[in-house]
């Protein structure tokens, strides 16, 4: 399946493929807001990031799933790190 996400290497949209399932994404059902994280996807040593609204997944290269312990609000901590905020 194809999927366009925000490099934040390359700083643009690309298109990947990407299939996701048990073995390389956790899940996480309870969002409070559009801007809560729905799924980590470990994608050939990056990390995808993928809220609940409409803004596109980001890829972190160096990262894991094992490296923030599955953790939704590690995975927000880097999320906002990458786009300037807190």
Same mark, same amino acid.
């Given at each position: 399946?194809? $999927?366009? !996400?925000?490099?934040?290497?390359?700083?643009?949209? #690309?298109?990947?493929?990407?299939? +996701?399932?048990?073995?390389?994404?956790? %899940?996480?059902?309870? &969002? #409070?807001?559009?801007? &809560? !994280? +729905? &799924? !980590?996807?470990?994608?050939?040593? +990056?990390?995808?990031?993928?809220? %609940?609204?409409?803004?596109?997944?980001?890829?972190?290269?160096?990262?894991?799933? @094992?490296? !923030? #312990?599955?953790?939704?609000? $590690? @995975?927000? #901590?880097?999320? +906002?790190?990458?786009?300037?905020?807190?």
């Amino acid at each position: 399946m194809e $999927k366009l !996400i925000f490099n934040t290497l390359k700083g643009r949209l #690309e298109t990947i493929a990407i299939e +996701c399932t048990e073995q390389n994404t956790t %899940w996480f059902d309870d &969002a #409070e807001d559009d801007n &809560a !994280i +729905c &799924a !980590i996807t470990d994608y050939e040593g +990056c990390l995808l990031i993928s809220e %609940w609204g409409y803004d596109y997944p980001i890829m972190v290269d160096g990262v894991t799933r @094992a490296d !923030i #312990e599955y953790d939704r609000h $590690k @995975a927000y #901590e880097i999320k +906002c790190w990458w786009e300037g905020g807190s």
